[in-house]
């Protein structure tokens, strides 16, 4: 005689991401004698910071360098922003054209296509979600023509010209374990950063309405033009799957010498906290870490 055994419906991937976070709130106590100890993570680096005074709350390894894949891109994102400022420029009806060069670019992408003409603002949004390359090529080049033109600089190389903006910000804001060699993350042993700094860069954005939009963005629409002239609708999904757990964005990062990174914003009803993970084990780690840290942090300072 047969025996029958019942099957269960596989799990989705939203299904099991969803039940991994609840086992992370579920069972994720602090005993008596171990209310100060910081849960055990597999991060190299990380730290929680008030969002709005930007006073250290918690960190491990804070200050040490450390290549941090897209989370590069959080200062392509402040560098356009602020020539955007500077030059009165309106990000919603100023457009840029993707060259070969960005377009081919490789990594995470936008799907952006030698020769499309998209909005800024578009860009911003096609940077942030699907944490394209591409769309992170397409800003530099772009606006480090546009700035050397008002500036009046000759000679350079505009995307030189640009990620010598994005070291000229991270001195202004005093981060000194930073420097930048690309305007998207991809691995570069000139490319780094530290979870100390990542924190200062959140914190200074978050005070802009716009970029807090972009980042809490789950999709986003939008119409391209192609070099032909026709149009399409692309449709990007933002890589931050805690946007579905209450938090308000920031930014992923992942590269084979970075490791998993996250930088996170999160809000209560009276607090703001920023968490900067870098180099976990692996991808889904630093989704549960980082909400190990933030339960771990509230139990703090109830």
């Known amino acids: 005689m047969r025996s029958h055994h019942l099957r269960q419906k596989p799990k989705s991937e939203e299904e099991r991401f969803a039940q991994r976070i609840q086992q992370v709130k579920n069972t994720y106590l602090i005993g008596a004698d171990e209310k100060n100890l910081a849960p055990r993570i597999t991060a190299k680096s990380w730290i929680i910071v008030d969002s709005q005074s930007g006073d250290v709350l918690y960190s491990f390894n804070e200050n040490q360098k450390r290549e941090i894949a897209s989370i590069t891109k959080i200062m392509t994102f402040y560098v356009v922003l602020n020539m955007c400022r500077t030059m009165n420029v309106q990000t919603n009806n100023t457009y840029a054209e993707v060259s070969f060069q960005a377009s081919s670019v490789g990594g995470t992408t936008a799907d952006l296509l030698k020769g ?108 391209i033009q192609d070099e032909e002239g026709f149009t399409r609708d692309v449709i990007w999904e933002n890589t931050n799957k805690l946007l579905y757990q209450g938090f308000k964005g920031i930014k992923t990062g992942n590269t084979s010498v970075a490791g998993p990174c996250l930088a996170s914003y999160y809000q209560t009803a009276n607090r703001s906290f920023t968490i900067v993970i870098l180099g976990c084990r692996n991808q889904e780690d630093r989704w549960s870490e980082t909400m190990q840290l933030l339960q771990w942090c509230l139990s703090q300072i109830q």
């Open 116 to 223: 499309d003409v998209v909005s800024i603002e578009d860009l911003f949004y096609g940077l942030m979600l699907p944490s394209g390359n591409d769309a992170a090529m397409a800003l530099a080049e772009n606006f480090g023509i546009y700035a050397m033109y008002q500036n009046k600089i000759k000679g350079k190389n505009p995307l030189i010209y640009f990620i010598q903006e994005m070291n000229n910000k991270a001195r202004e804001l005093r981060m000194s374990q930073t420097t930048y060699a690309n305007p998207h993350g991809l691995n570069n042993k000139n490319n780094v950063s530290s979870a100390y700094d990542v924190s200062k860069l959140c914190n200074q954005l978050l005070k802009d309405e716009f970029f807090r939009k972009v980042v809490n963005t789950k999709i986003h629409f939008s119409t």
